[in-house]
Structures are given as structure tokens and as C-alpha cells.
């Protein structure tokens, strides 16, 4: 690498199985490397991107830090989840789209060489991020079992220090579909106070439980409330990803800073989808859409376990993954992945740089294949492997 910034940052190896996927083109390659979906955004939220073509006000930079309806939109929203109450003008800025969150909030928070707690293992591009932003990734391990995986609270408190810049978190966290819930926010409460750390909240995937439960949110926790800044997307809950709009909410004392990274680094979202999204994230059906599309990504879910019921799977609670520890079938990720894709037909993506345990697995990404394509899963498997 020619700059020291890019000397940890690999590539997160999903574009290299697409871009393959991509070039087969065979209609019978199951798509199972990439987080997208073939269930339909909100209806409000496609009507009022058909409107907004012609309409001269989206076709503006303008506001920077997004239209008003989003940022009251996206304030409401993790109010109602949180129980505060937070100002759309000072306390929640506009991005294009999570991630876009995500690294404005870190260069806002990480000063060179401090650590941000992260999972493990865990989505690459946050790893990226974190050493984009000149921060250094501390692992906490997640324990696979036959019931998931678990984060140990103790661990998770015990990662951060007095180098902690930030805890960066995801529940359910992706790719492992982990659930995180108020013994780690207990724990982060104390830790946080101790160290004076803030607490960075990807809030991508939180209706996506498999256990039909609300969102536990750290900033509902009275230790946290004041330390928690939440990024939130309308990619994965509402399936507009080609939208590119997201939010970050916060205190304000911190949200000043991260509206002026984000003046200087990506600038403003997608104009023509910014009333769109503000629509389908405050409609009266919005959670019961979400909860529908759940349902069937876990009915999805279900079926890969069962047809996989012979190999070691882990089984997520939440998100749109699950992961595979090829390393227990005697094979690296890497090889597995090119026999499934080879053999089996299946496109599916391995994970190094997803954190130390991630180079054990193979993720399988069950959101875009209805249950008709993913019925015979096993019989790819066993074509691939034996």
C-alpha cells in the first residue's frame, strides 16, 4: 500500500464472489454471498420516490445535514425505541446510508492509535472503518453453540480501557445474528463511566429478531443514555438499500462534530429518497411491515438449518446470515467457498478480515433466495463436499 492508513485494510471478499456470481450468470447459482433482498420496500416509501423525480427541491445538496422531514422522522424513531426524546435539529443528522454513519461518527470520536471495542467475529467493513479512522480494533470474542452465539458481559466491559475511544456494537450483529440485551448494557454502563467512552450503536438490524421481542437499545439504559450515539439505516428494516439514507442521533454535544466530518467527507444523502424514507420510517404500519418481512426471512432461516442439519451451522436470532465453521469439516473457508460455487452452485463468502474467528467461517446469506430456490440446499452441499 502506498499510504500507511490502507496497510490493515483488506477487502471484505463479498465484492469478489459477486463480481464471480455475477459473471456466471447462471440462472441457477443461488445468491447467498451478499446482503440484499428480494422482499419490496414500503409502497409509501416507492411512491414518493416516483414523486420526488420531479420535484426541483430533491434535486438538491441542500440541506446538508438532511431534509427536515428525515431528521424528524429518524429522531421520533429512536425516541419511541429509546423512551427519549431527542431534537431533530441538534440531536440527529442526516447520512448516505449506515456505513456512511459509521465512519463519520469514528473520525469524530477515535484520535490515532486509540482502540474501539468491536465483536467478533464481525461485519469487515466496520473492522475497515475503525482503521480508516487511524483507531485500532479490539476483539471480543462471541462463543458459538448450539444455541447461537454468545457474548460474555464481563469480556465485552473488561475490553474497554483507559486507550477506549469508542465500543462499537450491532445487536443483532451481523454476520452472526447475535442478540446483545441489558447484562452487556449493565456492563458497558460501568465501564463506560470509568473510562469515559462513548458507545457507538449500528441500529441497522434491531427489529430483525427472530424472537418476536422489541429492540433493546442501549440508550434506554439510564447509564448509557447520555453515551450512546445511534446509527440507523433504512437498507436492511425497510429494504431501501439502493436509497442510501441513513441518520446518526446523539447527544449534541457530540452530534456538532459528527455533522461537520460529514460535512467534509460524503457531504448529503440521495435527494430523491429522503422524503421516502421519512415516510416509510414514521408510517403506523412501519413496525408491522418490518415484522412481516422478519417473519419470512426467518422462515428462510429455518429452512437453510434444516437442510444444513448435518453440518456446523451456528443459528443467528436475528439479521439476514448465518454462519459455517469450515475449519470443523477439515476445510478452510476459502476452499469451501470455491467448491460450493464450483460443485454446488452456491454463492457464498468467506471471512477473512471479519475479525479472528471470522477466518474459521463461511457466511450464508439467507434475505435474497425465496424458500422454493433454497429448498435442495443440502443436496448442493453434499455435491460440493460429499
Known amino acids: 500500500m502506498t499510504v500507511s492508513r490502507l496497510r490493515h485494510i483488506p477487502g471484505i471478499t463479498v465484492d469478489a464472489i459477486g463480481d464471480a456470481a455475477d459473471a456466471a450468470r447462471d440462472p441457477e447459482l443461488l445468491r447467498l454471498e451478499n446482503l ?44 419511541a425505541i429509546t423512551g427519549r426524546r431527542y431534537d431533530p435539529a441538534t440531536e440527529c443528522v442526516g447520512v448516505a446510508g449506515g456505513l456512511n454513519g459509521v465512519l463519520n461518527a469514528l473520525l469524530a470520536l477515535v484520535e490515532p492509535g486509540q482502540e474501539v ?15 480508516l479512522a487511524g483507531g485500532v480494533p479490539r476483539h471480543v470474542p462471541s462463543t458459538p453453540g448450539p444455541d447461537g452465539w454468545r457474548t460474555d458481559p464481563a469480556e465485552l466491559a473488561a475490553a474497554v480501557g483507559a486507550r477506549t475511544a469508542a465500543v462499537l ?43 418476536g421481542l422489541p429492540p433493546d437499545h442501549p440508550a434506554s439504559h439510564p447509564g448509557l443514555a447520555d453515551r450512546t450515539i445511534t446509527v440507523g439505516s433504512a437498507s436492511k428494516e ?6 442510501r439514507v441513513g441518520w446518526v442521533v446523539g447527544p449534541a454535544r457530540i452530534l456538532a462534530d459528527i455533522k461537520l466530518v460529514g460535512l467534509t467527507n460524503v457531504v448529503c444523502q440521495v435527494g430523491i429518497a429522503q422524503r421516502a424514507v421519512a415516510a416509510a420510517l414514521g408510517h403506523p404500519d412501519a413496525d408491522a411491515d418490518v415484522a412481516a418481512a422478519t417473519r419470512v426471512w426467518r422462515q428462510r432461516c429455518d429452512l437453510v438449518l434444516a437442510e444444513l442439519a448435518g453440518y456446523p451451522c451456528v443459528r443467528p436470532h436475528g439479521g ?23 460443485r454446488g452452485k452456491v454463492a457464498a463468502t468467506p471471512m477473512a478480515g471479519w475479525g479472528p474467528q471470522g477466518a474459521d467461517h463461511l457466511r450464508l446469506v ?13 443436496d448442493r452441499f453434499r455435491a460440493a463436499f460429499g
Open 36 to 79: 440484499d433482498t428480494d422482499i419490496r420496500p414500503p409502497r409509501v416509501a416507492l411512491d414518493l420516490t416516483r414523486r420526488a423525480i420531479d420535484d426541483d427541491d430533491a434535486n438538491s445538496y441542500l440541506p446538508f445535514h438532511g431534509h427536515r422531514a428525515l431528521r424528524e422522522a429518524a429522531a421520533a424513531h429512536v425516541g
Open 117 to 131: 471495542v468491536v465483536g467478533d467475529p464481525v461485519y469487515a467493513g466496520l473492522v475497515n472503518r475503525i482503521r
Open 320 to 342: 439476514w446470515s448465518l454462519l459455517i465453521d469450515t475449519r470443523a469439516m477439515g476445510l478452510g473457508p476459502a476452499e469451501a467457498s470455491a467448491l460450493l460455487f464450483r
Open 366 to 378: 439467507f434475505a435474497n433466495e425465496p424458500v422454493e430456490r433454497l429448498r435442495g440446499l443440502g
Open 238 to 243: 425497510l429494504r431501501l438499500i439502493g436509497w
Open 169 to 211: 456494537v450491532m445487536s443483532p450483529s451481523m454476520p452472526t445474528g447475535a442478540l446483545l440485551g441489558d447484562r452487556h448494557w449493565d456492563a458497558l454502563a460501568e465501564a463506560g463511566a470509568a473510562h469515559d467512552c462513548w458507545l457507538l450503536y449500528d441500529a441497522a438490524m434491531e427489529r430483525i429478531r427472530f424472537d
